[in-house]
C-alpha cells in the first residue's frame, strides 16, 4: 500500500511517482473538457471523439473492431455508441463489397458542424502548454514519444502511430531517421499520430 504512486510520502521519496501522479492529474483535464462539450451538443463523450476520430484520419482506421482498440473499449460499446451517431444522422456507413456485415465510417453534413464545435476541447490545456519554451517542449515531446511507445510495446496501449514503432523507421549514424520521407527526424519532427504509419513486424 505505501509503494501506491498516489501515496505522498512515496511520491517524495521517487520521481517516478510524482511524474505517474502528474499525469493522472492531466488525464483528469482531458475528461473535464471533454464532457463539457458534451452536454454543450448532447452526446456522450466517447461518441464526440468518435467523431473527431473519423474527421482527422484515413476510413480504412474508421470501423468498430479499431475503434474499440484506439479507445480502448469493447466492440460493444462502439457499436452503441455508432448506433446512436448512425440514429442521429451524424455519420454515413460504407459497406464493404465482400462482406456485408463490415463497414467503415465517415461524417455526415450534420456530423462535420459536430465536429466543428467539439474538436477544439483540449485548446484551454494547449494555451497552457504554449507557454513553455521551445527547448522544454522538444524534451517533453521527446519523453512523451518514448513513452506512448513503450506502453504499447508493453501491451498497456492498444494502438499508437509513432514512429518509434514504424516500419519505416530506423536509427542511421545515431539519428532517427525516416525511409518514407527520406529524411533525418530531428526532436519534434517525430510524430506521435502519422498518416503513414505502418507498423513494424517484430521477429523475436
Same mark, same amino acid.
Given at each position: 500500500?505505501?509503494?501506491?504512486? #498516489?501515496? %505522498?510520502?512515496?511520491?517524495?521519496?521517487?520521481? &517516478?511517482?510524482?511524474?505517474?501522479?502528474?499525469?493522472?492529474?492531466?488525464?483528469? /483535464?482531458?475528461?473535464?473538457?471533454?464532457?463539457?462539450?458534451?452536454?454543450?451538443?448532447?452526446?456522450?463523450?466517447?461518441?464526440?471523439?468518435?467523431?473527431?476520430?473519423?474527421?482527422?484520419? +484515413?476510413? =480504412?482506421?474508421?470501423?468498430?473492431?479499431?475503434?474499440?482498440?484506439?479507445?480502448?473499449?469493447?466492440? %460493444?460499446?462502439? &457499436?452503441?455508441?455508432?448506433?446512436?451517431?448512425? +440514429?442521429? &444522422?451524424?455519420? $454515413?456507413? $460504407?459497406?464493404?463489397?465482400?462482406?456485408?456485415?463490415?463497414?467503415?465510417? &465517415?461524417?455526415?453534413? +450534420?456530423? $462535420?458542424?459536430? /465536429?466543428?464545435? $467539439?474538436?477544439?476541447?483540449? =485548446?484551454?490545456?494547449?494555451?497552457? /502548454?504554449?507557454? #513553455?519554451?521551445?527547448?522544454?517542449?522538444?524534451?517533453?515531446?521527446?519523453?512523451?514519444?518514448?513513452?506512448?511507445?513503450?506502453?504499447?510495446?508493453?501491451?498497456?496501449?492498444?494502438?499508437?502511430?509513432?514512429?518509434?514503432?514504424?516500419?519505416?523507421?530506423?536509427?542511421?549514424?545515431?539519428?532517427?531517421?525516416?525511409?518514407?520521407?527520406? +529524411?533525418?527526424?530531428?526532436?519534434?519532427?517525430?510524430?506521435?499520430?502519422?498518416? =503513414? #504509419?505502418?507498423?513494424?513486424?517484430?521477429?523475436?
Amino acid at each position: 500500500m505505501n509503494e501506491s504512486t #498516489f501515496n %505522498p510520502e512515496q511520491q517524495q521519496k521517487d520521481i &517516478s511517482s510524482k511524474i505517474v501522479a502528474g499525469l493522472e492529474r492531466i488525464s483528469e /483535464v482531458f475528461k473535464v473538457l471533454l464532457w463539457e462539450k458534451a452536454k454543450l451538443v448532447g452526446l456522450s463523450p466517447i461518441q464526440i471523439q468518435i467523431l473527431i476520430f473519423i474527421a482527422f484520419h +484515413k476510413q =480504412e482506421l474508421c470501423n468498430v473492431s479499431h475503434l474499440a482498440k484506439e479507445f480502448n473499449v469493447t466492440k %460493444p460499446t462502439i &457499436s452503441d455508441a455508432v448506433r446512436m451517431l448512425d +440514429k442521429k &444522422s451524424l455519420i $454515413t456507413k $460504407t459497406f464493404s463489397s465482400s462482406d456485408s456485415r463490415s463497414y467503415s465510417l &465517415s461524417l455526415s453534413e +450534420k456530423g $462535420t458542424e459536430i /465536429v466543428a464545435q $467539439t474538436y477544439d476541447f483540449s =485548446e484551454p490545456l494547449k494555451k497552457q /502548454v504554449d507557454d #513553455f519554451s521551445t527547448k522544454d517542449l522538444i524534451q517533453l515531446f521527446d519523453v512523451l514519444g518514448q513513452l506512448i511507445y513503450k506502453l504499447n510495446r508493453h501491451g498497456i496501449l492498444s494502438v499508437q502511430r509513432t514512429c518509434y514503432g514504424c516500419k519505416f523507421y530506423t536509427k542511421r549514424a545515431g539519428t532517427d531517421y525516416c525511409n518514407l520521407l527520406e +529524411k533525418d527526424l530531428v526532436g519534434e519532427d517525430i510524430r506521435l499520430d502519422c498518416p =503513414e #504509419f505502418e507498423e513494424r513486424i517484430s521477429h523475436s
